[in-house]
């Protein structure tokens, strides 16, 4: 499933809404982790994040070994992929963690730009999305994925 928010016309811009929702936005991240991703990772290994670099066609995230091994990440980011397939991944040991990086067979899809990976329940993870249309309206999409 994903959802789509339009963008800010020109007259929202002109009235100042765009550095207000800026600053929320940033405001609400702070109140809902306040540390790095690497933090977060290390303080809860059923969490890590990715994020996709378009320039390398690739995502590139940490991962906690305690939490997940090496064939759940592949099966989670393969998860992101619309051909459901890798083409590439990587990984090494960063300080007691695990960094990657991973390419999709065809690329990945506008909507994932960052994706969190959150074990919810058991083998079930959970999988929230966003990125951008490349038109300034923002993605998100949310699915359950089991391991």
């Known amino acids: 499933m994903t959802s789509q928010i339009r963008s800010l016309s020109s007259n929202s811009a002109k009235r100042g809404y765009k550095p207000i929702l800026a600053s929320l936005t940033l405001g609400l991240l702070a109140a809902c982790g306040g540390g790095s991703a690497t933090e977060t990772t290390r303080s ?21 070994p305690a939490g997940f091994n ?58 929230e999305t966003t990125g951008s249309d490349g038109r300034g309206n923002l993605l998100f999409g949310k699915r359950e994925v089991t391991l």
């Open 44 to 64: 809860n290994p059923n969490f890590f994040l990715g994020k996709v670099d378009r320039a390398e066609l690739q995502m590139n995230g940490v991962y906690n």
């Open 70 to 127: 090496s064939s759940q990440v592949r099966k989670l980011v393969a998860a992101t992929c619309p051909s459901g397939r890798l083409s590439g991944f990587g990984e090494q040991p960063a300080d007691g963690l695990t960094s990657f990086s991973a390419s999709c067979d065809g690329g990945f899809g506008p909507e994932i730009g960052l994706v969190e990976f959150q074990r919810i329940q058991g083998s079930t993870v959970l999988l």
